[in-house]
């Protein structure tokens, strides 16, 4: 089965850039597609999660946690429909943090920052190494979900994405 691979921290504002397209190019014999701009491939031939996180890393012009996970996961997780029941509310985002590792405990959820009413960052459920929040940013004070998420799993790496592109992954792996 295909690897998803998520470059942690990558092509966010004017830090650790870099150019997928060039390190899909690097490694046509994976046959490695491109999703978006900020670090995020789906690898559907064969290799080693080891050598293929090598083989990465020393094609990056930084050093950065590199996640990967089994495309079987990507589908499992589509495949529960996480995000059915929305909050209410407009400009709400359905995010997913990929963690480095699934957590040996599942803090209590669902967490809102802040509580109350106003809350940006409700952080709903842990499914396996998947941490899933719902986002409604305010512009005048931002609270990131992945630094929530961050609080409550301390010492676990972790990325975010959007939903939508995990629904992009899932196209992929099932072609």
């Not at 650790?16 to 397209?21: D, G, S």
């Not at 079987?72 to 590792?101: C, H, K, M, N």
């Amino acid at each position: 089965m295909a690897h998803v691979v998520f470059v942690r921290g990558a092509n966010v504002g004017k830090h650790r850039r870099f150019q997928p397209a060039a390190l899909v190019r690097d490694l046509a014999d994976l046959d490695v597609v491109n999703v978006g701009a900020v670090g995020t491939f789906v690898v559907r031939r064969p290799i080693a999660a080891g050598a293929l996180r090598a083989e990465i890393a020393k094609r990056l012009p930084f050093q950065t946690e590199i996640i990967l996970c089994p495309g079987t996961e990507i589908l499992r997780l589509s495949d529960s429909d996480p995000f059915s029941d929305p909050p209410s509310g407009r400009d709400v985002r359905a995010l997913v943090t990929i963690l480095a590792r699934k957590p040996k405990t599942v803090p209590k959820l669902p967490f809102r920052s802040p509580v109350g009413e106003d809350w940006q960052v409700d952080f709903f459920r842990v499914d396996g190494r998947f941490a899933l929040t719902f986002w409604r940013p305010d512009p005048k004070r931002l609270i990131y979900p992945n630094a929530v998420v961050a609080d409550r799993l301390p010492g676990i790496p972790g990325t975010t994405r959007s939903w939508s592109t995990i629904s992009k992954i899932c196209g992929i792996l099932r072609r």
